[in-house]
């Protein structure tokens, strides 16, 4: 399947009459087992690609934060669509140029989100936001498939709960061309709902926040047509190792054995 595949089948996936889950892995492996479980699609997370590099999420350069992406893409045959935060630069000629580089390793789709990274002035004021997704879809427009650019207003992850702007927010992503809006950390179903009700592009929502991940079937009928899992996966991972690492540690015992895959399990994932 080449990249025009990936990219309609992908687009495809968003056109369907339910929602889909797209699944995060953090690298190829973690990518094989996602696709050998039955996932249609796959998104990096950008905190699950700074913590394989041992950093906090925002701390990892485009050229890593592509490198890994051209890793998963290249482990699996599904669709992949890149957290590529604020397209690793202010000006709306960053967000085009993250655009083509995450097209050239291989990518269908990508989201560029409104937080600048500075505590100070932790979003880009409207008309900027809106500026920098706009230069966003004319790069994918440019590019010889169907590249899906996802837009994200990060006000519930950066310190200003206001749903209002939120969805303002959101609104002026979608008259700027984006085919996917996204608000991250929205607090509850009816949040969602409203944020569903007032865009005509579809919606995806991130699981993985303790008390504000609700179920497909909820989520659905809140009108979400995509589930996106964030660092969840790589935090439920880090979890198995961390327990497994104190067991051995404090106890000097080796219970997590019976809970982990086998060998021949895990390499049946990879042997695709």
């Excluded at 045959?77 to 000006?91: H, I």
């Excluded at 100070?120 to 997704?133: K, N, Q, S, T, V």
């Excluded at 206001?162 to 061309?177: N, P, S, V, Y």
């Excluded at 989520?219 to 660092?231: M, P």
């Amino acid at each position: 399947m080449d990249q025009r595949d990936k990219a309609e089948r992908f687009r495809k996936l968003h056109e369907g009459r339910g929602a889909f889950v797209i699944a995060n892995p953090w690298d190829a492996g973690s990518a094989r087992i996602l696709e050998g479980l039955g996932f249609a699609a796959l998104a990096t997370s950008s905190g699950a690609s700074a913590g394989v590099l041992g950093r906090r999420d925002g701390q990892v350069k485009r050229d890593e934060a592509l490198a890994q992406a051209r890793a998963i893409v290249a482990a699996t045959t599904l669709p992949v669509s890149a957290d590529l935060e604020k397209g690793f630069g202010d000006a709306p000629a960053h967000a085009a140029e993250t655009i083509r580089l995450a097209a050239a390793v291989g990518l269908v789709g990508g989201s560029i989100e409104d937080a600048t990274g500075d505590r100070e002035r932790p979003l880009y004021d409207l008309g900027h936001a809106a500026e920098r997704i706009a230069a966003a879809v004319q790069a994918a427009r440019a590019l010889p498939f169907p590249f899906t650019l996802t837009a994200r207003a990060e006000n519930f992850l950066r310190g200003n709960p206001d749903l209002e702007d939120t969805i303002r927010r959101l609104q002026a992503f979608e008259a700027a061309g984006a085919d996917v809006l996204f608000a991250p950390g929205l607090p509850d179903l009816p949040a969602v709902r409203a944020v569903c009700a007032a865009v005509k592009k579809p919606v995806n929502f991130m699981a993985g926040i303790k008390g504000r991940s609700f179920t497909v079937a909820e989520l659905e009928a809140a009108g979400v047509r995509r589930v996106s899992l964030a660092t969840s996966l790589y935090r439920a991972a880090m979890t198995g190792l961390a327990d497994a690492a104190r067991e051995v540690n404090d106890k000097g015992s080796f219970g997590y054995l019976e809970r982990c895959l086998s060998t021949a399990e895990l390499n049946a994932f990879m042997d695709g």
